[in-house]
């Protein structure tokens, strides 16, 4: 996983060390002594918690489960982050994770810290009446470091708005007479959750795309134009072109961001290609992604992969092996997968110069670099693909005032917080030699620091 954090993270303290505009008050011995407190908070949890869930399973035996959930940072407001379930979990995935929720939130100044859950199981091999059951016994493990105002789960791989409306009602019952509605969050709507939250992950990526190559690219051309950065030349290259845009995976974050590039129709983008587990489809006029999506929704979830079921829903494309994608020739590419696709095997037949990070880390660190070398611009996962979290912070507003946001309110309001991000960052991104990542990273460390500053803690 491209988590290796600790380097961008003190590259970031490194330069807002070096930049003498930043804390101007911390000099000499005071100033060194603070960037190293800086290190050691931002580099260690402040709490992990584990426990082992003692399940009955179904079939009379009984099994202890490994779970746990990293704190990692709470200087910004309650710990916030998912709770995954998967076999491959491990302590040191989730505390990564938790760190880039921390920075996530700074980042976009959502009042929340960082924090991860994990339980170490294969969801797939349990009855729905078990996983009920280890949700439960998860709230029951941490329910003293969890609530509203403490820790806010959400889910994560393996988990859904299912798991979610469970752990609150377990929550309830353990906590009466406390506000429950905003001790999770990705809940179903009945049970207090948002409208748009499924889909504002994959809006937001597509939004981050098109703000920053259509809209903030244009107004600010001739801005571009005198600019010798190779990211603001790459940028320069697309100025006023369609578009093709190839998508990893299609699921929950890949669908959504394909069909916002599909209906963003005034632009001529084309989403040319899409992958999933099994398959890539091509079709070099643009694939017809409403009928793609239909076709999953009656598919558990899983692409065409036979020219037969593409001529029985009229879908014209060509039926390509799932890797291929990434190597396209294509100007986009929008990763909404898994972590680590692209990497030092593959990354020199990279031929897009526009990537966006959906998924968390999908560019491995060596991968990242040459590409930053190569001039391509990569929106990073702690940019782009922060709408869940934005809207999951609407939801935990919505439960706390028990008023109810409409659909389109609940996008006007996460468009608005990312392009006030993007506002603030990108013309920094396009003056300086760092990439985008690093200047994301500069600018939420920088927050965090200058908060933990001023509340004195620094020392
Ligand atoms: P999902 O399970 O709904 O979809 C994943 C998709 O990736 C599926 O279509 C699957 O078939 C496909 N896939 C799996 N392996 C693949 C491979 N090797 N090549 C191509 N496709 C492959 O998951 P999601 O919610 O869409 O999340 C996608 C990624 O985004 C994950 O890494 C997740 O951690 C990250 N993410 C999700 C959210 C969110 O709100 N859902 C928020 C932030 C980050």
Known sequence: ??????????????????????????????????FKSLESILSTPNNISK???????????????PAFRVQHNNTLGPYKGGIRFHESVNEDEVSKLAELMTLKNSLHEVPFGGGKGGVIIDPREYTVKELNLICKKYVQYFSDIIGPDKDIPAPDMGTGEREMDWMMAEFKSIHPGHAYRGSFTGKSILNGGSLGRREATGKGVYFS???????????????FRENENRF???????????FDIAVQGFGNVGSVAALEAFQCDHLQNRVVAVSDRNVCLYNSDGLDIPALIKYTEDHDGALPTEEGQ??????????????ELLTLEVDTLILAALEDQIHEDNVEE?????????????????ADEYLADRGVVIIPDILANAGGVIVSYFEWMQGRETQFYEEEEIYKLLFKKMQHTMDTILPQFFGDPFPLRQNCYIHAVGKLSEVLYRQGKLY
């Open 310 to 323: 593409l001529d029985d829903q009229g879908i014209k494309a060509i039926i390509k092996d799932r890797d």
């Open 232 to 242: 603001a030349q790459t940028a320069l290259d697309h100025l006023d072109k369609p």
């Open 1 to 34: 996983m491209n988590m290796e954090m600790k380097g961008i993270i003190n590259e970031s303290l490194q330069a807002l060390n070096d930049d003498e505009s930043y804390l101007p008050d911390m000099q000499g011995d005071d100033r060194e002594k603070a």
């Open 350 to 366: 990279i031929k897009a110069n526009i990537i966006v990070e959906g998924a968390n880390g999908p560019i491995t660190e060596q």
């Open 209 to 223: 795309f098109r703000y920053m190559m259509h809209d903030f690219l244009k107004e600010n051309k001739k801005w």
């Open 51 to 65: 426990s082992f869930l003692r399940v009955p399973l179904e079939n009379g035996r009984v099994v202890r489960i």
